[in-house]
């Protein structure tokens, strides 16, 4: 058989009678049907795909006799399909060549993943197709979201790109930008997503966060930083009604070392510095550097002495010199403080003010701190050189008591002696206790101070007995802080033993302040005294509130009227009211009432007319030291109760 192929494709001609052969070989004398695939080029020299069907006509010997052939063109199916083809090929190509995880997710499982995802999360592919979600691969608490944008994409819905927080097989988090959108996948609803590693741009935007708040030469907080923070200390200051500080610290004549020594030694210098400064703050302020040799601290809840410490101490740790680039650099700095509310009520006026007091340091001499009003100045040098004066007396026994005696109206005689801690300062002379009490409550002195009274006017008053003076009661001062202290039972109790004073002796003096605040634990702490055998005496009473429902609860067995209602007795009616109110009041809560501050004997005489069973003044007495109150008592004449 001829087949008539002058004008298909050379080979397919070959391969067409090839075909032929065969089939025919396998049906001698018979029919067969085959189908084959062949080009030709068509008159306009097109190549065209032949789909033909033909029928065969097979001798006996299996040779083709003739063929009958039904030819379609295919030809643009052909070509679609071959387009398709290489399409795919570029899809997945793209797909793995991407630098960004995608997928296809259908029923909250992945259905297609592409390299990259594959390789960023630490799992085979087979572990994660048809396996795992996304929901397997980000931190538990965002599931329920995850699983919400789910539903809308296989809804139909479009997304907006989020963050998430992505977990590797490893256990490993990084934070991703996810964008999925609807899609169909086998014919059923699915989505498509991409998925970015967002780990290198968040690290940038915090460096960008760190170089917009921080000074990148110290790394302190900058003024932006600052601002933002005091911003907030300011309300909370507002808020609790407490107070604020701000110092403002420049280095003296740190330009000559910058012209001297060149840049890189004085930015060395200032690291140096800002190190130093560092160790003097405390954990809620904030040190920032507010460019070139400037520095501020933010003293949240201080008080104007104690910024002045935290000033001392700033000026403290610049003193020795600093070892920069080889030379040994000293360098002072000269600060100014300002304080909320007093010298402003927001950021900018305090900056201000605290920098203006800066210049008044520098005026002074520098290496120096000044605050910005001229009367905390002067307050504030007086309490820093109490302070430090207060600490040395204490170890140089520079505390002494004087006594003032407590006398019974109806007999006359003397019962007992109220102690009086005077402060010999070297320096100043007689320091009375109104004057540096309450510094010593302030500086956390007032403990070892309180306790050093309690066992001295025990042991004095006990020597006194021992020589053989008729036994005197000894009324002892205690500060609100000392009676709050926890173990002051004990050191009351360790004051009487270590003296050999008995309780009965011993009265303990507190304000109406200090008894009438946090009432309950004032109860328990009363009680324990009392039942010691130790008297208790309301000092200072009228002055500030009583609560009658405590003061029949507490075991107190005095009121001590205060010297401000005795002062005006003969010409104030109002106050002769009070000291009478009171008489009648510890009367019928049999308490015994003694008036403090008694001068004159007209003032004794309307007490005693009103009643009053004790009193004490320097109409009997002033407080005096030991010796001369014993020359007292004994021209006085002791006390004979009748
Ligand atoms: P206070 O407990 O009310 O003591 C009475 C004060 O009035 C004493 O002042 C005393 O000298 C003074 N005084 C006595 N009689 C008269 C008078 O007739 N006229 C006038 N104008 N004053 C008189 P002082 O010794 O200066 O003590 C003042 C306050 O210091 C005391 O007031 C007490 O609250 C406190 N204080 C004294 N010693 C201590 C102590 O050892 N510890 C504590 N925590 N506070 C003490
Ligand atoms: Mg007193
Ligand atoms: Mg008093």
């Known amino acids: 058989m001829e087949l008539v192929g002058r004008h298909m494709l050379p080979g397919d001609y070959e391969g067409v009678l090839a075909r032929i052969a065969e089939v025919a070989a396998g049906r001698p004398g018979q029919r067969a049907s085959l189908v084959v695939h062949y080009r030709l080029v068509g008159a306009d020299g097109r190549t065209r795909h032949c789909h033909d069907s033909m029928m065969l006509e097979v001798d006996a010997e299996g040779r083709p006799l003739v063929a009958f052939g039904v030819v379609v063109d295919v030809s643009e199916q052909v070509l679609a399909e071959a387009a398709m083809h290489e399409r795919e090929a570029q899809f997945r190509s793209t797909m793995e060549a991407a630098q960004v995880g995608i997928f296809v997710l259908q029923d909250g499982l992945f259905r297609y993943v592409n390299p990259y995802l594959v390789g960023i999360f630490g799992y085979a592919e087979e572990e994660l197709i048809d396996r795992l979600g996304p929901l397997d691969l980000i931190v538990p608490e965002q599931r329920d979201m995850v699983r919400e944008q789910m539903r809308q994409r296989e809804a139909g819905a479009p997304g907006k790109p ?41 690290d940038a935007e915090r460096r960008a966060r760190e170089l917009a708040d921080f000074d990148p030469l ?14 907030q200390l300011l309300a909370a200051a507002e808020r609790d009604g407490s107070e604020l500080a ?30 130093r400064l560092s160790t003097v703050v405390r954990k809620v302020d904030t040190l920032a550097r507010l460019g070139g040799d400037e520095f501020i601290i933010a003293l949240p809840g201080i008080r104007a002495s104690a910024a002045a410490e935290v000033a001392c101490r700033l000026l403290d740790v610049c003193a020795a010199p600093f070892a920069v680039g080889g030379h040994d650099l000293t360098i002072t700095p000269s600060l100014g403080i300002s304080l ?16 203006a007091a800066m210049y008044k340091a520098k005026e002074a001499g520098r290496n120096a701190f000044r605050f910005y009003s001229s009367e905390m100045n002067v307050a504030t040098l007086k309490h820093l050189l109490m302070e430090s004066g207060l600490r040395r007396g204490l170890g140089a026994r520079e505390f002494i008591l004087h006594y003032q005696p407590l006398v019974h109206v109806e007999s006359g005689g003397i019962i007992g002696v109220e102690a009086l801690i005077r402060w010999q300062n070297p320096e100043i002379g007689l320091v009375p206790p109104d004057q540096f009490i309450h510094v010593a409550e302030d500086i956390g002195l007032i403990n070892p101070i309180g306790d050093w009274v309690l066992r001295e006017a025990c042991r004095q008053v006990r020597a006194w007995q021992d020589a053989g003076l008729p036994p005197l009661i000894v009324a002892v001062n205690v500060s609100p802080i000392q009676f709050r202290q926890p173990g002051f039972v004990d050191t009351v109790a360790n004051a009487l033993a270590a003296s050999g004073l008995e309780a009965r002796f011993l009265e303990l003096e507190l304000t109406e302040r200090t008894v009438m605040q946090d009432a309950e634990q004032t109860l328990s702490t009363l009680s324990a005294l009392n039942n010691m055998g130790v008297e208790l005496a309301v000092d200072d009473f009228g002055t500030g509130y009583s609560s009658l429902a405590y003061l029949k609860r507490f075991p107190v067995g005095k009121l001590k009227i205060d010297r401000s209602f005795v002062r005006d007795l003969e ?16 009367r019928g809560l049999r308490l015994k009432v003694l008036a403090e501050g008694v001068e004159t004997k007209e003032q004794y005489a309307i007490l005693r007319s009103m009643g009053c069973e004790l009193v004490q003044g320097y109409h009997f007495s002033r407080p005096l030291p030991p010796e001369q109150f014993v020359a007292f008592l004994r021209k006085y004449g002791l006390a004979n109760k009748g």
């Open 246 to 275: 701000l110092i403002f610290l420049d280095l003296d004549h740190f330009k000559r070392v910058n012209d001297s020594l060149g840049h890189s030694v004085g930015d060395e210098l200032l690291c140096a510095v800002a190190q």
């Open 218 to 231: 110290t790394g302190l907080p900058n003024r932006r930083l600052l601002s933002d923070r005091f911003t």
């Open 571 to 586: 010409v104030d009616p109002d106050d002769r009211a009070i000291a009478s109110t009171i008489l009648s009041m510890g």
């Open 340 to 355: 909320y509310p007093v010298d402003g009520k927001d950021f900018e006026a305090l900056l201000r003010n605290a920098d």
């Open 162 to 202: 989020y963050e998430l927080t992505a977990v590797r097989k490893d256990g490993s988090e990084f934070p991703v930008m996810i964008l999925g959108s609807p899609a169909s996948y086998d014919g059923r609803p699915a989505s498509v997503g991409t998925l970015l590693d967002i780990t290198a741009q968040k």
